[in-house]
T-cell receptor, first 112, second 115 residues
Framework: DAGVTQSPTHLIKTRGQHVTLRCSPI?????VSWYQQVLGQGPQFIFQYYEKEERGRGNFPDRFSARQFPNYSSELNVNALLLGDSALYLC???????????FGSGTRLTVV | KQEVTQIPAALSVPEGENLVLNCSFT??????LQWFRQDPGKGLTSLLLIQSSQREQTSGRLNASLDKSSGRSTLYIAASQPGDSATYLC??????????????FGKGTHLIIQP
């Protein structure tokens, strides 16, 4: 079985631009979560979706948004990019959202 | 504010030693606690998941314990090998009574096993 897949693996954007990151969960997993990890820190929770509905949101500005599709894949959108948005963005899937998580390899976003 | 703290921040030991990594958390109302390994520039690999009703989990040379009442977990690595070198992250899923269900991570322990 395929694990959690994220695309793209690397991305370079300019300040003020918009970015969309994509995630496909493990087959049978209905929950997807997004995390931001800056260098030297643990991942920070951004969003959790379960059965296409937002279940939780971390302390991130409204420039960050996400959605989950009927096939349980997910997109994370970030508008008006800032230099500080440069980070590794991780997607994780879970069968129920409270049964442990499997992470993807992440998308490395660099904002210049 | 719910927080997760990991001690030590970094650790370097000779190959073959047994070692313990520590994780503490501020609220005993949790769903579960999960230990991850992260290699440089990579994603997270799940090592062990402990549900709130469990006291410990074992996988090969790894053993993780959970003491909710004291807000502590330990990850024990037996007979360490150079391939164990990585950053180890502790993550707690707090029970916020219907609020955000994300994981709260510690900053990690950077482990180096010297050949």
């Amino acid at each position: 079985d395929a694990g959690v897949t994220q695309s793209p693996t690397h991305l370079i954007k300019t300040r003020g631009q918009h970015v969309t990151l994509r995630c496909s969960p493990i087959s049978g997993h209905k929950s997807v979560s997004w995390y931001q990890q800056v260098l030297g820190q643990g991942p920070q929770f951004i969003f959790q979706y379960y059965e296409k509905e937002e279940r939780g949101r971390g302390n991130f500005p409204d420039r960050f948004s996400a959605r989950q599709f009927p096939n349980y894949s997910s997109e994370l959108n970030v508008n008006a990019l800032l230099l500080g948005d440069s980070a590794l963005y991780l997607c994780a899937s879970s069968r129920t959202g409270r049964s442990g998580y499997t992470f993807g390899s992440g998308t490395r976003l660099t904002v210049v | 504010k719910q927080e997760v703290t990991q001690i030590p921040a970094a650790l370097s030991v000779p190959e073959g030693e047994n070692l313990v990594l520590n994780c503490s958390f501020t609220d005993s109302a949790i769903y579960n606690l999960q230990w991850f390994r992260q290699d440089p520039g990579k994603g997270l690999t799940s090592l062990l998941l402990i549900q709130s009703s469990q006291r410990e989990q074992t996988s090969g040379r790894l053993n993780a314990s959970l003491d909710k009442s004291s807000g502590r977990s330990t990850l024990y690595i037996a007979a360490s090998q150079p391939g164990d070198s990585a950053t180890y992250l502790c993550a707690v899923q707090f029970n916020e009574g219907g609020g955000a269900d994300g994981l709260t991570f510690g900053k990690g322990t950077h482990l180096i096993i010297q050949p």
